[in-house]
């Protein structure tokens, strides 16, 4: 069975750090590309990174660059997601996801499994 399960979320003050994790279970880890992906309120869900964990490629969102870094550790099947400098708008719910094609992508039509999502904060 598939699993993605996201930890690390929580409140941060804006310009604080936070650093998200995706175990993942189930499935042959170096096969497949993680995404992480967020969602506000009343918004559509955003690709926010990825990565593609047999030749560590990445992609980031224009909103995040320079601010979050992508990374991996195949040993433990781990995707982390380091985020520093945040700020208010990077408030949402973060999913993490896989996608079995490993292309390297920020579309969530790309990606067939999901997490349950961890919650991040910024207050301002």
């Known amino acids: 069975e598939v699993q993605l399960v996201e930890s690390g979320g ?3 003050q804006a310009g604080g750090s936070l650093r998200l994790s995706c175990a993942a279970s189930g499935f042959t880890f170096d096969d497949y590309a993680i995404g992480w992906f967020r969602q506000a309120p009343g918004k559509e869900r955003e690709g926010v990174s990825c990565i593609r964990n047999d030749d560590g490629s990445t992609d980031y969102a ?3 660059k320079g601010r979050f870094t992508i990374s991996n550790d195949s040993a433990k099947n781990t995707v982390y997601l380091q985020m520093n400098s945040l700020k208010p708008e990077d ?3 973060y999913y993490c996801a896989a996608d079995p094609s490993s292309l390297v992508a920020l579309h969530p039509a790309a ?6 999502g961890t919650q991040v904060t910024v207050s301002s």
């Open 111 to 116: 990606y067939v499994y999901w997490g349950q």
């Open 62 to 64: 224009d909103s995040v």
């Open 91 to 93: 408030t949402a719910v």
């Open 10 to 12: 929580g409140l941060v």
